[in-house]
């Protein structure tokens, strides 16, 4: 069975100031997809990366990075320099793709409420 | 970029009553995905089609049903509601591009915010 934990229900920053959403997952598959989905109070859900399970390199986009370290199981978020606009509820989510024929199902973590103060 | 669109973005039903949600997935994706999401929750996947046909399964109550049209749109029947349907329900789209099982990020809709009284 998979499962995704997000330990910090709420992060509150200043702006400017640095701010890491930490995932951890549990899976048996060996062959994985790692997500990151924004929710803003608007209430969508916005996509923001996937990672697959057999490439461990980080990735930077403007000022979002991801750091996936297999050997922990987990895959962090960072945003730097946070702004206003950055407040949100952030999920994390997993797909398993191992032995499974059918569509690939997202399990959620229990979501970070991010609110960047001015 | 077309989006997913789902209709109606706000329903109100009562207790006992049936409510069905739309879901228009983005041209050429060929999976959709119902999930559900209770106030301060995380969704839940309820349900999903491939080509039509159901592909996976989820904690879909057995009031609920749903299906994919030949155009590929899709509902969500929900029959006898109850007091604790009241969520948020989104229905997102992903495109297998010819590979099973898809891999691709699912793009969700706005949602529709279903409140049961």
């Known amino acids: 069975a998979q499962k995704v934990t997000q330990a910090q229900t709420e992060i509150s920053v200043v702006e400017k100031e640095d701010v890491t959403l930490d995932c951890v997952y549990e899976t048996r598959d060996t062959t994985y997809y790692l997500f990151w989905y924004k929710q803003p109070p608007s209430g969508e859900l916005v996509f923001l990366i996937r990672r697959n399970s057999f490439d461990e390199q980080n990735e930077i986009s403007g000022r979002y990075s991801w750091n996936f370290q297999k050997s922990t199981s987990s895959f962090n978020f960072t945003i730097t320099a946070s702004q206003v606009v950055d407040s949100a509820v952030y999920f994390c989510a997993l797909s398993e793709a191992e032995n499974n024929n059918a569509g690939n199902m997202l399990t959620f973590g229990g979501g970070t409420r991010l609110m960047v103060k001015p | 970029a077309a989006g997913v669109i789902q209709s109606p973005r706000h329903l109100i039903k009562e207790k006992r009553e049936t409510a069905t949600l739309k879901c228009y997935p983005i041209p050429r994706h060929d999976t959709v995905y119902w999930y559900q999401q209770g106030p301060g929750q995380d969704p839940q996947f309820l349900i999903s089609?491939?080509?039509?046909?159901?592909?996976d399964k989820g904690s879909i109550p057995d009031r609920f049903s749903a299906q994919q049209f030949s155009d590929y749109h899709s509902e969500l029947n929900m029959s006898s509601l109850e007091l604790g349907d009241s969520a948020l329900y989104f229905c997102?789209?992903?495109?297998?591009?010819?590979?099973?099982?898809?891999?691709?990020?699912?793009?969700f809709g706005p949602g529709t915010r279903l409140t049961v009284t």
């Open positions: 089609f491939y080509e039509k046909m159901q592909s």
């Open positions: 997102a789209s992903s495109s297998t591009g010819g590979r099973r099982p898809p891999i691709h990020e699912q793009y």
